[in-house]
């Protein structure tokens, strides 16, 4: 198996190294990072560059394409080539899935006119501009379209996703591998929970 992960500069670190910490166990699986020019590549918060050997480019099949968010989406976005490479790889895809923000440009590639999909709290309005229907649910499948919402979801749905390549088994497994065990000490992690302020002061990290 194939995986795909595109990474532009300002990528948001956990939407792409959670999911790969995952997938990268899959019996067969190979999981590979590309980018507009091979090189350095930033995240967000400024600290962790990654050196991406492979251009999108040089990509002409995978059985999964795995686009994360974070800042690097509008990049992604505005980059006509890239949304095009998108198209073609997606027709040839067993599964094309997005982390947060990155289901904006799986959008932006008119991937998702009609779906129902999921995407960052904070990017409900412009996932539906491209004419998908928002739900604030932590992982969506349509088919072999599989979005997921914000950052730490991406671990959610790359185990819904080992499932579907393999077995529950193997996934099961990679979750106890991993000690994929959430108890987080607030209760704050979803807007339908979080009181105001805190709604508040969430705004500004992304800034």
Same mark, same amino acid.
């Given at each position: 198996?194939?995986?795909?992960? $595109?990474?532009?500069?300002?990528?948001? $670190?956990?939407?792409?190294?959670? $999911?790969?910490?995952?997938?990268?166990?899959?019996?067969?699986?190979?999981?590979?990072?590309?980018?507009?020019?091979? &090189? *350095?590549?930033?995240?967000? !918060?400024? +600290?962790?560059?990654?050196? %991406?050997?492979? &251009?999108?480019?040089?990509?002409?099949?995978?059985?999964?394409? !795995?686009? $994360?968010?974070?800042?690097? #989406?509008?990049?992604?976005?505005?980059?006509?080539?890239?949304?095009? =490479? %998108?198209?073609?790889?997606? /027709? &040839?895809?067993? #599964?094309?899935?997005?982390?947060?923000?990155?289901?904006?440009?799986?959008?932006?590639? &008119?991937? *998702?006119?009609?779906?129902? /999909?999921?995407?960052? =709290?904070?990017?409900?309005?412009?996932?539906?501009? #491209?004419?998908?229907?928002?739900?604030?649910?932590?992982?969506?499948?349509?088919?072999?379209?599989?979005? +997921?919402?914000?950052?730490? +979801?991406?671990?959610?749905?790359? !185990?819904?996703?080992?499932?579907?390549?393999?077995?529950?088994?193997?996934?099961?497994?990679?979750? !106890?591998?991993?000690?994929?065990?959430?108890?987080?000490?607030?209760?704050?992690?979803? %807007?339908?929970?979080?009181?105001?302020? %805190? *709604?508040?002061?969430?705004?500004?990290?992304?800034?």
């Amino acid at each position: 198996m194939d995986m795909v992960i $595109p990474l532009f500069d300002r990528f948001e $670190p956990l939407d792409a190294i959670g $999911p790969y910490e995952i997938l990268a166990y899959l019996p067969g699986a190979t999981v590979r990072f590309v980018t507009a020019r091979p &090189g *350095l590549v930033q995240d967000v !918060l400024g +600290s962790l560059p990654v050196h %991406v050997a492979t &251009g999108y480019a040089d990509v002409e099949r995978c059985d999964v394409l !795995l686009i $994360p968010g974070g800042g690097s #989406f509008q990049t992604m976005m505005d980059d006509a080539d890239f949304l095009d =490479w %998108v198209r073609r790889i997606h /027709a &040839g895809t067993r #599964f094309t899935t997005s982390v947060c923000t990155g289901s904006l440009v799986l959008g932006a590639a &008119g991937l *998702l006119n009609g779906l129902t /999909a999921t995407t960052h =709290w904070d990017a409900a309005a412009q996932l539906e501009s #491209f004419g998908a229907c928002y739900t604030a649910e932590r992982v969506v499948r349509q088919g072999r379209v599989i979005t +997921s919402a914000g950052v730490s +979801s991406g671990i959610d749905m790359a !185990l819904h996703l080992a499932a579907l390549l393999t077995d529950e088994l193997t996934a099961q497994a990679i979750q !106890l591998y991993t000690e994929y065990d959430p108890q987080p000490p607030y209760e704050t992690g979803s %807007v339908a929970k979080a009181p105001a302020e %805190v *709604l508040d002061r969430a705004r500004t990290l992304g800034a």
